[in-house]
């Protein structure tokens, strides 16, 4: 197999989504990310020089709506599915720091 | 009973919605517990739809084309104050502030919503192994499996719970489901239906659509959630396409493509028994007055590696959001970044976080030309050799799945093996083009085999004809 991806990368991919591994789920992905990228590895041999990237099957064109009220979503609906909420904001641990 | 049947005798009044609704929910109630295709019945809720549907109707009311319709929808679709989970622990017990516009468009036809099925976590799986909450188990051998996504979906409606479910396809998620299920599925154009409302898995690629015994009913199901919607940005301008009024015009005179790369020849994996069937769909089509032939569309074959960059990409963007701090789960500790890294670690399941951190990968600083980049090209490549070949023919033809259903467990430990489903299914969602899967016979297990018909951005009308062909020419489909 490969060296496509290490332990190490997946270590650090891991902490940039938020996760937290166990050293054998560390293996165990590692293995299966290098999988994955090795099957991506036929897209070696294109060659791809002269085409533009596709990001998105439509041509799109921004899409602007009149500038006029409309209903919204309830305040009190949208924060009664928060965790926890405190003077009708939603609530979360110290930033910096931790609690004492 | 067909969806389509089912109204009309509710509108003309020789039944009530509320004898169809509790006629579905008993056979959901008996079904159900070998199954497992629902997370959430909605039983009492749908009583009193109905009962409100029936009070329409005396009163001399027309509620649609649905009315009194009982449909299931895949619970990665937003209901108003009702849990929408993804099959996710990071969402359970959410209850969402609105309604997904499909949920707002199959009520305004009469629809009755029973209930909200279950699907691989975030619509990430081919086989609905990947739930949170248990896997669901083919209607037609409970030993196997339903195909996912949106395994809950095909399920119930291939077990006669309800006529008609919504899924969604982002690699295959409604075909592949469909074709193992032995019942029609459609994934429509990129923008055709409107995602508002659907919890986003990989954007440039999630697309609604409808689950149905017959074409007929998933052609009607279509057009009523299909159109232009405001509330989603990439929606297509205008109303849904009429697909039930061309369905019967045949395919006298079409031009269509077996593409070579994806029916055997080319690609290792597709089983004998469903490139037979394929072939014997082909010659109904010619018998029907079509021209078949095999045709080469030669970047279809990196379809699956673009896709597994591309899809887990946008997912690990789209996947942010669960932080543990507006909605669902928290998971307390001393400071926000661990209550962060604490949520989304007891929260996500092993394939989300395989897939949020591949994603993560291929978008890093080093990488993104080699992975990320380079796909999106290969997108370009696909597209453009998809406008070659419809330059030549109005369809395409190929399998859905390369196998019929196989067993529960099977590739559950080996990704690379299940990603491999979705090879011939991928193609359409990274061009943006509509296709659908028809049950055509069974293979040597019995099991159904689908036939999948492609079609051009837009190109509904035409796909739906080839496929009232098929349907009609198909030998006998598997019995459970």
């Known amino acids: 197999m490969t060296e496509r991806i290490t332990r190490d990368d997946v270590a650090h991919v891991a902490d940039l989504a938020r996760l937290s591994l166990t050293a054998d789920e560390l293996d165990a992905f590692t293995l299966q990310l290098a999988d994955v990228l090795d099957h991506a590895a036929d897209l070696d041999a294109l060659d791809l020089s002269d085409l533009e990237p596709t990001a998105h099957p439509l041509p799109l064109v921004n899409v602007f709506r009149a500038d006029v009220e409309g209903p919204t979503s309830d305040r009190d609906e949208v924060l009664a599915a928060a965790p926890s909420v405190e003077e009708a904001q939603f609530r979360v641990p110290p930033v910096l720091g931790e609690v004492s | ?480």
């Not at chain 2, 209850?95 to 516009?101: G, L, Q, V």
């Not at chain 2, 490139?275 to 279809?300: D, K, N, Q």
């Not at chain 2, 033809?397 to 590739?411: H, Q, R, W």
Request: aromatic share 6%.
């Open chain 2, 1 to 480: 009973m067909s969806g389509r049947a089912l109204a009309a005798a509710v509108r003309s009044g020789d039944r009530s919605a509320r004898s169809v609704v509790d006629e579905h929910l008993a056979a959901i109630r008996s079904g159900e517990p070998e199954i497992h295709a629902f997370n959430l019945v909605l039983a009492d809720e749908a009583r009193a739809a109905a009962d409100e549907v029936d009070r329409r109707v005396a009163a001399g009311e027309d509620p649609g084309v649905l009315t009194g319709v009982p449909v299931a929808i895949k619970d990665n679709m937003c209901t108003r104050g009702v849990p929408t989970t993804c099959s996710s622990r990071i969402l359970e017990g959410w209850r969402p502030p609105y309604d997904a516009t499909v949920v707002e468009r199959l009520a305004a036809a009469g629809a009755v919503l029973v209930g909200k099925t279950n699907l691989d976590e975030f619509a990430m799986g081919s086989s609905t192994e990947n739930s949170a909450f248990g896997a669901t188990r083919n209607p037609l051998d409970t030993t196997k499996v339903p195909g996912g996504s949106s395994g809950g979906s095909a399920a119930a409606v291939a077990a006669g719970f309800v006529p008609l479910s919504l899924g969604s396809d982002t690699g295959g998620s409604i075909r592949q489901p469909a074709a193992l299920c032995g019942v029609v599925g459609v994934k429509p154009t990129y923008g055709a239906v409107s995602r508002y409302g659907l919890v986003a898995f990989a954007s440039s690629l999630d697309q609604i659509g409808p689950f149905a015994r017959t074409v007929s009913d998933a052609a009607l199901f279509l057009e009523v959630i299909g159109g232009h919607d405001p509330l989603d940005s990439t929606s297509i301008p205008g109303a849904a396409a009429d697909l039930t009024s061309v369905l019967d015009r045949g395919v006298e005179g079409m031009r269509i493509g077996i593409i070579e790369e994806l029916s055997g020849d080319g690609l290792e994996g597709i089983a004998g028994d469903v490139r037979a069937r394929l072939g014997e769909a082909a010659a109904a089509l010619e018998a029907a007055g079509a021209t078949v032939e095999t045709t080469s569309v030669p970047s279809t074959v990196y379809g699956l590696s673009a896709y597994y960059v591309i899809a887990p990409a946008e997912a690990s963007s789209n996947l942010a959001r669960y932080d543990g701090v507006r909605f669902g789960l928290r998971v307390d500790a001393p400071n926000s970044g661990d209550m962060h890294t604490a949520t989304r670690t007891a929260g996500f399941g092993d394939e989300v976080k395989r897939r949020i951190m591949l994603g993560t990968y291929a978008l890093s600083a080093g990488y993104y030309d080699a992975y990320y980049g380079k796909s999106q090209k290969v997108r370009t490549l696909i597209v453009n050799d998809f406008a070659m070949a419809y330059g030549t023919y109005d369809l395409l033809l190929s399998p859905t799945a390369p196998t019929t259903a196989f067993p529960i467990g099977e590739k559950t430990a080996d990704p690379m093996t299940m990603y491999l489903n979705d090879v011939c299914t991928i193609p359409s969602n990274l061009a943006g083009h509509p296709s659908m899967s028809v049950p055509f016979g069974v293979g040597d297990d019995g099991m159904p085999v689908g036939v999948q018909v492609l079609a051009p951005a837009m190109g509904e009308p035409v796909m739906f004809r080839a496929a009232a062909v098929l349907e009609a020419a198909a030998p006998p489909g598997a019995s459970s």
